[in-house]
């Protein structure tokens, strides 16, 4: 999952102006009230406060509404300039934008469904090495902590999440191992491969749990049946 250079130049070529001179601060996939779209806009004004070189890029934007929305409310703010959306790109040509940011966001506000729901994007991010500034839910926690490919917030807050941007582009160092953490987590561990060893045992494991439970189902029949009279 690595952009080859063609990519690379195809992602520079459309359109998108000066952006990828910039500190990029990506989101990619399906967007929402509840998945964060608004804490993000309005958390640029804190970030350029102290980045004025940073960008928000959205990727996935595809609902017109929600467009108009995260625009004039990006307008309204004063931070439209800094805002980039695109509304789709073939997953062919994903790994080219995400290699070219430097934080990728999974802001996802904790209602139910967030908080059981694993959001592919994170493997994604860590696959290409970005780091990752994720709300702190617990279908995340677990691969946050064990990888330490980035940082959580408390995503209720728009604050917090523009704390968070600061605080990751305040150490490049920090990003660099974080990014090198992600990668080699997923290459060791959470991959397709790796996944369907961990399937593979769990069906084989259900199997051998079912075999017994029948097994003692069947004996406890056997020694429920009455003798029969002559």
């Known amino acids: 999952f690595q952009a080859e250079d063609g990519i690379r130049d195809l992602v520079r070529s459309r359109g998108l102006g000066d952006v990828y001179k910039r500190q990029v601060l990506l989101y990619q996939g399906t967007m929402s009230e509840e998945r964060g779209l608004f804490h993000m806009i309005d958390a ?11 960008r928000l890029l959205l990727i996935g934007l595809t609902d017109a509404g929600l467009r108009s929305e995260a625009e004039a409310l990006a307008a309204h703010l004063g931070v439209g300039e800094a805002l980039e959306i695109i509304a789709w790109v073939p997953h062919t040509e994903l790994h080219g934008y995400i290699e070219q940011s430097k934080i990728g966001l999974i802001p996802w506000l904790p209602v139910d469904k967030h908080k059981h729901n694993i ?32 940082l959580q917030y408390d995503s209720t807050s728009s604050r917090a999440l523009a704390e968070g941007v600061l605080r990751m582009l305040s150490d490049e160092d920090g990003l660099r191992r974080m990014g090198d953490n992600g990668r080699r987590a997923v290459q060791e561990k959470w991959n397709w491969g790796r996944m369907e060893e961990r399937l593979l045992a769990a069906y084989d494991e259900l199997e051998v749990r079912v075999r017994q439970r029948r097994a003692r189902a069947g004996r406890g029949q056997t020694r429920s049946v009455p003798s029969g009279e002559s």
């Open 44 to 54: 640029m004004p804190s970030i350029l406060l102290q980045r004025p070189d940073c």
């Open 119 to 150: 959001p592919i994007k994170l493997f994604e991010y860590m696959a290409c090495g970005l780091p990752v500034l994720a709300a702190d839910l617990p279908s995340i926690r677990p691969y946050m902590d064990e990888s330490k490919a980035g």
